[in-house]
T-cell receptor, first 109, second 112 residues
Framework: QKEVEQDPGPLSVPEGAIVSLNCTYSNSAFQYFMWYRQYSRKGPELLMYTYSSGNKEDGRFTAQVDKSSKYISLFIRDSQPSDSATYLCAIPTGNQFYFGTGTSLTVIP | SQTIHQWPATLVQPVGSPLSLECTVEGTSNPNLYWYRQAAGRGLQLLFYSVGIGQISSEVPQNLSASRPQDRQFILSSKKLLLSDSGFYLC???????????FGPGTRLTVT
């Protein structure tokens, strides 16, 4: 079983929609959970991260962790065409980072 | 502020030729440094990481090697490239116990 699994999509939504991006993980000891956004042919950029359970909000983005089901989510409200990108979840442990394969999102104007 | 540089941005090399990709970080000291490869439609594969000068950990047996000759310089090399070495190579850094990892702009390598 992979440490982190992510639905690759692709996901296509109309502008203004609420987007839900999800990952599952295998190790209940994981504590930090990160979300990266990667535009085509660019390096990933850190969007936000959460520690342990609960929600964290930053503008239109909300990261949510459910440790009981080992499930992490990123919600994007009022999605914009500029949100079109690949979103990767990541879990750091020690000196290593486990990345999901990424979900490709397209927001249609 | 911290910045990370990678070069070249794009590279086309024949099979069997050598490779040298360079990554430098500015604005921080003693960073942890990482090399990843991202194949088309696939996730990030950690190749090497380094916690200090001359300290390199390899994650995947492969045709590549890494070196860290200076605190903020990380080099990815190969003596003879294979077709399977094609991909998008990303350098990243983090500091201490802070789990935020920051990526460079990447090098797109095509082996022909």
């Amino acid at each position: 079983q992979k440490e982190v699994e992510q639905d690759p999509g692709p996901l296509s939504v109309p502008e203004g929609a609420i987007v839900s991006l999800n990952c599952t993980y295998s190790n209940s000891a994981f504590q930090y959970f990160m979300w990266y956004r990667q535009y085509s042919r660019k390096g990933p950029e850190l969007l936000m991260y959460t520690y342990s359970s609960g929600n964290k909000e930053d503008g239109r983005f909300t990261a949510q962790v459910d440790k009981s089901s080992k499930y992490i989510s990123l919600f994007i409200r009022d999605s914009q065409p500029s949100d079109s990108a690949t979103y990767l979840c990541a879990i750091p442990t020690g000196n290593q980072f486990y990345f999901g394969t990424g979900t490709s999102l397209t927001v249609i104007p | 502020s911290q910045t990370i540089h990678q070069w070249p941005a794009t590279l086309v090399q024949p099979v069997g030729s050598p490779l040298s990709l360079e990554c430098t970080v500015e604005g921080t000291s003693n960073p942890n440094l990482y090399w990843y490869r991202q194949a088309a439609g696939r996730g990030l594969q950690l190749l090497f990481y380094s916690v200090g000068i001359g300290q390199i950990s390899s994650e995947v047996p492969q045709n590549l090697s890494a070196s860290r000759p200076q605190d903020r310089q990380f080099i990815l090399s190969s003596k003879k490239l294979l077709l399977s070495d094609s991909g998008f190579y990303l350098c990243a850094w983090s500091v201490g116990q802070i789990y935020e990892q920051y990526f460079g702009p990447g090098t797109r390598l095509t082996v022909t």
